[in-house]
T-cell receptor, first 115, second 116 residues
């Protein structure tokens, strides 16, 4: 079945370390997104990518980096510059634009905790 | 600027009661999409409905119904005869085209607790 796979499900990071969250999709979707969710809050956009080798900052990009070398993959790196990285991270993708817009597909998320 | 407001932070009802979750949005675009998602304790987002701005027909799906009113910029969600399994956080979201991509803007969510 097609879908989005996020790994790992749980991730623990020591302060000062960079960590990379994986997001892979086999839906042949064009655009991919990373969202952050803090307890009791909605989701906020970190980065998004419309096509391979191109990506844009979202509302809270500071302290994060991404790459889009393949259509299927959109990994997110949480750098040591991110002051408060403990959160739930969700990856999403969409197919099409305009009349062909098919809505969003979300992964199951990665819960990152700084220890 | 685009914005989604879910004024109800938490709602508690007794099983079999009807409950309405409110959603008010702001946008300057004439073409946009509205969504409702359910987030159970596991954290996954479960898609419930998508509605485009040109379709104001109300929708019913089993115990779920949605009332879209452009005149008041609202997209409210009603659960009829609530069940304990409906307990979750519900998010309303707005998507519109900008900066060469769709962006999904979420409300802060409403936590629904259905007590037996």
């Amino acid at each position: 079945d097609g879908g989005i796979t996020q790994s790992p499900k749980y991730l623990f990071r020591k302060e000062g370390q960079n960590v990379t969250l994986s997001c892979e999709q086999n839906l042949n979707h064009d655009a991919m997104y990373w969202y952050r969710q803090d307890p009791g809050q909605g989701l906020r956009l970190i980065y998004y990518s419309q096509i391979v080798n191109d990506f844009q900052k979202g509302d809270i990009a500071e302290g994060y980096s991404v790459s889009r070398e393949k259509k299927e993959s959109f990994p997110l790196t949480v750098t040591s510059a991110q002051k408060n990285p403990t959160a739930f991270y969700l990856c999403a993708s969409i197919l099409g634009t305009g009349a062909s817009f098919g809505g969003y597909t979300f992964g199951s998320g990665t819960r990152l905790t700084v220890v | 600027a685009q914005k989604v407001t879910q004024a109800q932070t938490e709602i508690s009802v007794v099983e079999k009661e009807d409950v309405t979750l409110d959603c008010v949005y702001e946008t300057r675009d004439t073409t946009y999409y509205l969504f409702w998602y359910k987030q159970p304790p596991s954290g996954e987002l479960v898609f419930l409905i998508r509605r485009n701005s040109f379709d104001e027909q109300n929708e019913i799906s089993g115990r779920y119904s949605w009332n879209f009113q452009k005149s008041t910029s609202s997209f409210n969600f009603t659960i009829t005869a609530s069940q304990v399994v409906d307990s979750a956080v519900y998010f309303c979201a707005l998507s519109e085209w900008g900066d060469s991509s769709y962006k999904l803007i979420f409300g802060s969510g409403t936590r629904l607790l259905v007590r037996p």
